[in-house]
């Protein structure tokens, strides 16, 4: 699966509103949206966006529910 891409952020006063390709996906405010400025600056923005948004979870979910085993 490829590498998210596609999320942008910017601070509004103490609020970080997220982007997905221009379209904001989410705020986050209070102490999520300074653990989230925390975690930004150590690890992979990108992905920690798209796991904040739900954006993460693209590909086989479709094929995996319509398993036999899944089914019920």
């Given amino acids: 699966m490829p590498a998210p891409c596609g999320f942008d952020y910017a601070m509004r006063g103490d609020d970080v509103v997220i982007r997905h390709h221009g379209v904001t996906a989410t705020v986050l405010r209070g102490a999520r949206a300074s653990d989230f400025l925390a975690e930004v600056e150590t690890g992979d923005a990108q992905l920690l966006m798209a796991r904040l948004t739900g954006n993460y979870r693209?590909?086989?979910?479709r094929t995996a529910?319509?398993?036999?085993?899944?089914?019920?």
């Fill in 58 to 61: 693209r590909g086989n979910e």
């Fill in 65 to 72: 529910r319509q398993h036999p085993r899944n089914a019920g």
